[in-house]
């Protein structure tokens, strides 16, 4: 179906429709005058009305699914979006949470919008190939960048692509990060903060709520809503499984490059509050909660404290994926997946040749091992890999130890349950950008999930042999989220994951199935890191 549509005409009209909008001081930004403005469309809190993109996409950007979080509001569980009279436009995108300045390498930087920051930033933006009583099923993506920074609004997010090659509802999905989503306070701030605890994962709860109770309107169907993210966004997904709030509002989900299995402990988390107000010069809660919000971004810039969700009892009642996999979400199905060479994203992987004693150090800090656990992984990956040279070996096994091992356990955790199907993926696509240097990288999947190849050339290169891997990746999700099961007629047969066979799709130019795929590095990995 894919095939069908043109790309250079798609692409013209998603950089214009979707880079910034408008009147927006940065320079993305663009201006789509001249676009046709969709019908009007009713939503709970008020009428709405979009752009119609090429291909008959209709968009709406920016649109509320919250309260603004400022004022009394901050650091509090959200609340539902205060209604308007008339119609509203929704063809620009919103704020985005108050977050540092964006650090991604600049092959994806190159697709952030610079929307402006601010506490009103509970929105999404919808993609549909048209509100009508289709009931498409639809896909709800959670952005990457940890639960520290970023929004739904990147350009490499943009939804137009994969509503329109396969017929479904895309949303994307902005929420509140860092200290404003994920600051700890109930030990702290006492019982008026009792409640202010894992907020940015209650806003998305609040965002499915909106689906649930709006999504029918745009032609998707409310019994078939599937969660994706990458990254931090796949940590999302991993924490949703594992909130009561949460089920029953979507029914299966995606977990890329971020499968997590443990949330933070409450006197830990409490802590790490307690550090953060004495280096921010705050001496209660409620002087957190009266600082300009820029101070208070700038704090948690300066100070950057690992802030994530809490086991509190309440809205997250364990950790997700430890010992076992959430028994409240055991009839989800899941899909999960890794890059193979995560770690090329990050700053402090070499991407240069290193020397023998280079690599054997390198290891040994990666896994906390010994000398001798370090050289049987290096020679177990050399087996695996015969031309790997040391660069090579050193970030397949900083790979595979900081994103392989997590994806493999809550694999073999969700497969336990004997409940519902869960498919793996490695994926193994090498970008030709930078030279070739970062080879399949952290984030790489994402275009060919949204079928945004050409969108984000800077992180993929201009190949022709990226379309029919996109076609792949893209139709296997939709697929997922049409039926739980990810297989079409464009790749092999996918069997479900179980630990006996380790069943696994490997995208690539020649996509395939595969048993186990680099088996023996996986198992003393994991033993090495076991015993660390």
């Excluded at 509320?64 to 205060?82: D, K, L």
């Excluded at 890059?339 to 004693?357: M, Q, R, V």
């Excluded at 297989?487 to 179980?498: K, L, M, S, T, Y």
Aim: proline residues 7%; aromatic residues 8%.
């Amino acid at each position: 179906m894919s095939r069908q549509i043109s790309r250079r005409g798609l692409l013209k009209a998603t950089t214009l429709a979707a880079a910034g909008f408008a009147f927006s001081p940065s320079a993305r930004a663009q201006d789509i005058r001249g676009r046709a403005l969709t019908r009007d469309v009713a939503t709970t809190a008020g009428r709405i009305r979009g752009v119609v993109l090429d291909d008959d996409v209709q968009a709406f950007y920016g649109v509320p699914y919250g309260a603004s979080t400022a004022g009394a509001n901050r650091f509090m569980p959200p609340r539902p979006p205060e209604a308007w009279s008339g119609v509203r436009e929704t063809i620009q995108v919103g704020n985005r949470s108050p977050q540092p300045v964006p650090g991604p390498i600049s092959e994806i930087h190159a697709l952030h919008r610079a929307n402006p920051m601010g506490e009103d930033c509970l929105n999404v933006n919808v993609f549909t190939p048209a509100p009508d009583n289709r009931a498409r099923p639809v896909m709800v993506w959670l952005h990457g960048g940890g639960f520290w920074s970023g929004s739904g609004d990147w350009l490499l997010y943009d939804g137009n692509r994969l509503a329109a090659s396969q017929d479904v509802v895309v949303v994307t999905v902005t929420h509140r990060l860092n200290a404003f989503g994920f600051l700890y306070l109930p030990e702290t701030g006492g019982s008026e903060y009792s409640q202010a605890s894992n907020v940015g994962m209650r806003d998305i709860v609040l965002a499915l709520d909106w689906v649930r109770d709006n999504i029918e309107t745009f032609g998707g169907d409310p019994d078939r809503v599937t969660v994706f993210g990458q990254s931090g966004g796949g940590g999302k997904v991993s924490f949703l499984t594992a909130m009561p709030a949460a089920q029953g509002r979507y029914h299966r989900g995606i977990v890329m490059s971020g499968s997590t299995l443990e949330g933070e402990e409450p006197d830990a988390a409490t802590e790490a509050t307690e550090r953060f107000m004495a280096a921010a010069g705050a001496g209660s809660v409620d002087d957190l909660r009266r600082m300009p919000w820029e101070r208070l971004a700038a704090e948690s810039e300066r100070h950057g404290f690992t802030m994530g969700p809490v086991v509190d009892g309440t809205s997250l009642p364990a950790h997700p994926y430890s010992p076992g996999a959430p028994a409240l979400s055991a009839d989800v199905p899941l899909i999960i997946g890794t890059t193979e060479y995560e770690a090329n994203f990050f700053p402090d992987t070499p991407l240069e040749p290193i020397d023998d004693s280079t690599l054997k150090e390198l290891v040994r800090t990666a896994t906390g091992g010994g000398d001798g656990n370090a050289e049987q992984l290096i020679a177990a990956y050399r087996a695996g890999r015969p031309d790997a040279a040391n660069v090579d070996v050193y970030q397949l096994i900083l790979s595979d130890a900081r994103f392989g091992s997590r994806a493999h356990a809550q694999a073999e955790r969700k497969s336990g349950q004997g409940t519902a199907d869960v498919y793996k993926y490695y994926f193994t696509w090498r970008s030709p950008v930078r030279s070739g240097l970062l080879k399949s990288y952290h984030c790489i999947d994402i275009p060919f999930a949204f079928n945004n190849v050409e969108i984000a050339a800077s992180m993929t290169g201009a190949g022709n042999d990226r379309y029919a891997l996109a076609d792949q990746l893209s139709g296997a999700f939709a697929q997922f989220a049409k039926s739980g099961d990810p297989n079409h007629e464009g790749i092999p047969q996918w069997a479900p994951f179980d630990t006996r066979r380790r069943s696994t799709m490997v995208f690539d130019n020649e996509t395939r199935i595969v048993m186990d795929p680099h088996g023996a590095e996986r198992e003393l990995l994991a033993d090495v890191l076991a015993a660390s």
